[in-house]
């Protein structure tokens, strides 16, 4: 199927720093690195067609946003419009019948032009975007330009901890403006499988896997997909294709039987990932060949409880906000990426809730390979107005296609704390939005939980999550004792009610999904903020281990999400500091959050 010339080239490719990794392609080249740029304030680099320039006054460092100093520019004013330019050399684009250009996140809207000639829009300032340049690239040298265009009071936009001030306030930080996520270069087969999804049915064995193709598939066009672990081939099968849209199932045949299944299947403590290589061949031209992954594993909520792989489990979480202080939304790179995941999981944890933001697909890749579970959360619009619903669903739309076949992913959160719905308790339009996000969600995937509004308000949640920042660990033990008290409890300790639907499930399950958010720092900002401040390393340990024993020790939760990985800007309430390092003996908070 591969030669094993291509099997290696696609494993190089595939080691958490190929964009895009669960479809993968050998042939790329990244585009990160040194970019012309200049602020366009005044808006008029399309009357003096800043797009036909050969170079821009400024350098920035592609993918850091010009906000962060990794960028090289480090201006956290506000810019809305901003430029890009680069020349690609052809000798260093790989041979291939079409050439895409791939950007990873341009926040917030953007166009794209090659050699002055436009190429496309986009607009989604999380998602990603790919154009096809072959007929604008020619036979030589060429040049890209983008111009990106970022309002930072406009808050009908969905973006999450943003900040729409000057200067970073409260809990919310730095802008992102721009390219922020991996821009690349690959050459492909003219027909291509454009997206890729796994849907697993853990009981029947049963994989199918969903093709979109990049065009309707000419007659006698064929797929070949191979799944296999290690040097073990599990799964063969050849079909015929039609249209654009294709879905091939087959079986796993190892796993009828029914006394060895598990050894398969994806957990934290095993998490057992299965290679997969495709190849599309289109009669009279170039065959398209990718290789990717899935896990077999299920999730679900049952009896008050967290399912996964058809088994009660407790899921130890903490929030991340995904922000690192020298590339702020950006990460330094990809192995800060791998880092990231990993030191969760030393930590004690088994999942993280990826807050108000769409991480890098790189990130998920690590967490499908370490064994990280992943709440999918998306940044928040602060407006509830027609076009922020738009521009919100459209995002969270395009995000349930790039991330629903990553095993990691085991909830779904497109609302937190009534962000951009603060009526929901009084406004009808804001639950029917809230349910409609859950119902499209289970529309495109119904395989995951899905919690309508996480900490509150809750209108078709199967999760009941709760935000609770109180600093008495006698007071949260006593409160969360017992089920009846917590439903029956007419506001959440924030003051806000628990329900606001008549439809919502009750025998859900009941999870803390932020509490603590305990400040310590060494030398922290003026402005150093949290929720409770500890006064030394010791004193922080004692409040973690009072705090998270009470949590722990309420039967009722079926499981917790402690605020907040890292330290962020003036948010001093991390359990590392910003550089990652551990506030206290890493054994020691191991011990507090480990199994």
Known sequence: MLTEERRAEAATAQDGRYPRPQLVRADWLDLSGAWTFAFDDDDRGRREHWESATSLPGVIQVPFPFESEASGVGDTGFHPVVWYQRTVLRDEVPAGERLLLHFGAVD???????????????????????LDITDLAGD?????????????????????????????????YHRTTGMWQPVWLETAAAVRIEQLHWVTDVPAGEVTAQLRLSRPAPAGTTVRIRVDLGTETLASV????????????????????????????????????????????????????????????SVGVEGGRFLLNDRPFY??????????????????????????????????????????????????????????LVWGEAPAAYAFTPEAVRRSIAEWSAILDRDRSHPSIVTWVPLNESWGVQHLAHDERMVSYAKALVHLTKTVDPSRPVISNDGWEHAASDILSIHDYDHDAERVAARYANREGILGAPFTFAGRRLIVDDSQRTDAPLMLTEFGGISYTENGPEDAWGYSTATSTGDLVERLRALVGAVRSAAPLAGYCYTQLADTGQETNGLVFEDRRPKAPIEKLRAIFGA
Do not use: M
Not at 141 to 164: C, I, M, N, Y
Not at 315 to 329: D, E, K, M, T
Not at 341 to 346: E, G, P, S
């Open 108 to 130: 917030h809207a953007c166009e794209v032009w090659v050699d002055g000639r436009s190429a496309g829009r986009h607009e989604g300032g999380s998602t990603p975007f790919t």
């Open 140 to 172: 030589g040298d060429f040049s890209l330009a983008v111009r990106a265009e970022d309002d930072p009071a406009d808050v009908t936009q969905p973006r999450g901890k943003q900040d729409w001030r000057h200067h970073p306030h409260s809990i919310w």
């Open 238 to 297: 050849e079909t015929a294709v039609h249209g654009r849209e294709v879905e091939v199932p087959f079986r796993i045949q190892r796993q009828s039987n029914g006394q060895a299944y598990e050894e398969l299947l994806w957990s934290p403590e095993r998490p057992t990932l299965l290679d997969a290589a495709l190849r599309l061949q289109v009669p009279g031209a170039p065959d398209d060949v990718v290789t990717s992954y899935f896990g077999l594993r």
């Open 315 to 372: 899921v130890r979480s903490v929030l991340n906000q995904g922000y690192w202080p020298a590339s702020h939304s950006a990460a330094p790179g990809a192995d800060a990426l791998r880092a990231e995941a990993q030191l969760i999981l030393d930590l004690g944890f088994n999942a993280t809730r990826l807050h108000q933001k769409y991480e890098d697909p790189r990130f998920l890749f690590w967490a499908d390979t370490l064994g990280l």
